[in-house]
């Protein structure tokens, strides 16, 4: 078995990457979102039923941005393909309240005072982000991608996020059919930047490709995403891909999953202003799920169950809804937010905002009837083990420190410790006569996790 180097990384049990074996009741599951306040209407100038779909949210300094789609010439047959579709900004001090700030960039439709960032075909899908290369310049630290159609997405380039032009005037040399929400990123762990992008896989339809590149203008071929060999094979319609705040060696992702063969279960919808191109009911049932990923290639599904499903609102169980927005904000010191959009194809078509706990995506965990889990071997660098864990009033966590082998080294074995209980986020886990760990440091061993009626979402070593 292979040696797992983890250094001071903050793991989160997502997936079985680190996970060796199981003890009794022990097990990983998913921790799903809680639907909060719906935060966004799209109503304003030019917006309509359409403008929801793709959406993504970052942090600039003191304050949040979202970006979404705002023009869509509903009732066109070539709407993705319109000159007239637009891009839109709101900004928000909370990440809850968002305002349309005036731009007076594009005098559109007679809509003056408007929030506009960009107008065009590119508008159909536009996803911006904070580009976080240390070389970037001023007058790019903004970048992203928008595009539709096949073979036709372009690059972008901003000062301040608002004001954008094109890097080239030619589209991206990446294969792909990108009328979804394609997204890029820098990552600092590989140094280059990534853009995950949609194509039609055979077998599959809509899937997921990633491409490389150095300097933004010239891109690696595209790699599929690949899975287990056991992994359902499912339509993606986007991807949704971020770096998780604070563990940004792992990926997360969160398409919007669509079943081709289903349409609504709605009995009416004749108040739908978008019921879709074709027939009444526009083919798709969708929801969301989610999957990790430590390079961006191999990605891990053990959560084959919806991670967001459309509900009891009624809206939410029509074609391409229940869209996960880009981006993970840390507004709070104990609380996250996602969005997702809602009621597309109706006239109050809205973003909602979903509350996590931070890294708690997923656990390893067992119920009151107590059980284990036992790491793969690893190496880490630091004096601490911490821990994000909760239990109930009766449950309890402890952990032992094992060797290569999986003998208990003595002084962290699990008699060697008080069970812990409560719910934080960052708990230094304690053995009777011992909290520095440093003569560990650097050396093969293994944890095993003892629970009852209790979660572990993550660990690291300070």
């Given amino acids: 078995m292979s040696i797992i180097e983890v250094g001071s990384l903050r793991e989160m049990f997502v997936d079985e990457y680190l996970i060796a074996s199981y003890e009794g009741r022990g097990k990983l599951r998913a921790h799903l979102p809680h639907r909060s306040e719906v935060v966004f209407e799209f109503n304003g100038p030019l917006e309509n039923a359409c403008s929801s779909v793709y959406s993504t949210v970052f942090q600039v300094e003191d304050h949040y941005r979202l970006y979404y789609r705002g023009h869509y010439p509903i009732g066109s047959d070539k709407g993705d ?3 007239q579709q637009t891009a839109h900004v709101a900004i928000s001090k909370d990440g809850i309240n968002f305002e349309r700030p005036v731009l007076n960039n594009y005098d559109f439709a007679a809509a003056r005072g408007n929030n506009i960032v960009w107008q065009g075909i590119q508008g159909h899908n536009f996803v911006p982000f904070l580009d976080q290369n240390p070389d970037c310049g001023e007058q790019s630290r903004y970048k992203a991608v928008g595009g539709t159609g096949e073979n036709n997405l372009y690059s972008f380039h901003s000062g301040d996020g608002f004001d954008w032009r094109l890097i080239q005037n030619e589209p991206l040399s990446v294969n792909g059919k990108f009328d979804s929400a394609n997204l890029a990123f820098y990552d600092r762990i590989i140094g280059k930047y990534r853009l995950f992008s949609r194509f039609s896989e055979e077998g599959r339809g809509r899937a997921i490709q990633s491409s490389f590149s150095d300097d933004f203008i ?19 319609y986007t991807n949704a891909t971020t770096l998780v705040p604070g563990a940004d060696h792992t990926l997360l992702s969160f398409p919007m999953r669509y079943v081709a063969d289903r349409t609504t279960p709605l009995a009416d919808i004749g108040q739908m202003d978008y019921p879709g191109i074709g027939q009444a009911g526009m083919e798709g049932m969708t929801d969301a799920v989610m999957m ?106 402890r952990v032992e420190i094992q060797d290569v082998h999986g003998i208990s080294i003595p002084g962290y074995t699990l008699d060697d410790m008080d069970p812990i209980y409560g719910d934080k986020l960052d708990q230094c886990v304690r053995w009777t006569d011992r909290i520095n760990l440093s003569e560990l440091s650097g050396t093969e061993v293994k944890l095993r996790f003892e629970l009852c009626d209790a979660d572990v979402f993550s660990f690291r070593f300070v």
């Fill in 218 to 236: 010239e891109w690696s071929e595209p790699i599929p995403n690949q899975y287990e060999s056991n992994a359902p094979i499912e339509e993606f």
């Fill in 81 to 83: 393909s319109a000159e």
């Fill in 292 to 397: 990790s990923s430590r390079d961006g290639i191999n990605w891990f599904r053990p959560f084959r169950e919806a991670w967001l499903r459309p509900g009891l609102d009624d809206r939410n169980w029509t074609h391409r809804n229940t869209t996960p927005a880009i981006g993970i904000l840390p507004i709070k010191e104990t609380e996250w937010s996602m969005y997702v959009s809602e009621h597309y194809g109706w006239n109050d078509n809205r973003l909602r905002r979903l509350s996590l706990r931070p890294w708690g995506f997923g656990s390893i965990y067992a119920d009151y009837d107590g059980g284990g889990v036992l790491t793969k071997p690893i190496v880490f660098d630091g004096s601490e083990l911490r821990i994000n864990f909760s239990t109930s009033a009766v449950g309890s966590v």
